[in-house]
Structure formats: C-alpha cells, structure tokens
C-alpha cells in the first residue's frame, strides 16, 4: 500500500522560507510524477508545482521564482521537496503531496502559516 509523510509545514513570517518534505513508502512500480499542491480556507485546491520522473518541472504563476520543486529517488528514496523562500500570506494553505504511479495518491496535508 502505498503511503505518504508529509512534513516541513508550520508559521513563519512573511519574507520568511520553510521546506516541505514527502517520503512515499509501499510503492512496487515507478513514481511517474511528483508534487504538490494547497487548498486554502474557502478555497478550491491548487496546483503549486510538480517534477517528473525526467526532471521536468512546473510551477503555477504565483510561486515561480520563490519556490523549487526537487525529488530524490537515490537508494530507493522516494521524497519530493518544496523550498518555499519569500513567502507572502497569500502562501497560506494546506500543502498536500501527490505522486502518480499507476494511480495517484494524496498524502494528509500539511499546515503553512504565513503571519506576522
């Protein structure tokens, strides 16, 4: 079965950087794509970005130039990472992890606060 760890998430103050983490355990075929994406309150969820299994990368509008997406499948290691720097309140959201394999999968969530 497969299963993520999301982590990283907390409050910080605007201007201010954090790093999130997703560890993907259980799967027996090739994660295809990784990324991440956020849902605000009120709001529907969004994509932030994502990387391939090739490399390639993709970020939505508001965080190009801010935010990197990088994965690490070395010795079996299945973790994809988000270093946000210059974050805004705007940034505020729940930050959700989700790879493609054959399906794809969610992990739980986690909490970015971007406050005074």
């Known amino acids: 079965q497969v299963h993520l760890v999301e982590s990283g998430g907390g409050l910080v103050q605007p201007g201010g950087s954090l790093r999130l983490s997703c560890v993907v355990s259980?799967?027996?075929?090739?994660?295809?794509?990784m990324g991440w994406y956020r849902q605000a309150p009120g709001k529907e969820r969004e994509l932030v970005a994502t990387v391939t299994n090739g490399g390639s990368t993709k970020y939505a509008d508001s965080v190009k130039g801010r935010f990197t997406i990088s994965r690490d499948n070395a010795n079996a290691k299945n973790t994809v990472y988000l270093q946000m720097s210059s974050l805004k309140p705007e940034d505020t959201a729940v930050y959700y992890c989700?790879?493609?394999?054959?399906?794809?999968?969610w992990g739980q969530g986690t909490q970015v606060t971007v406050s005074s």
């Open positions: 259980g799967n027996r075929f090739s994660i295809n794509a």
């Open positions: 989700k790879v493609i394999i054959i399906a794809s999968y």
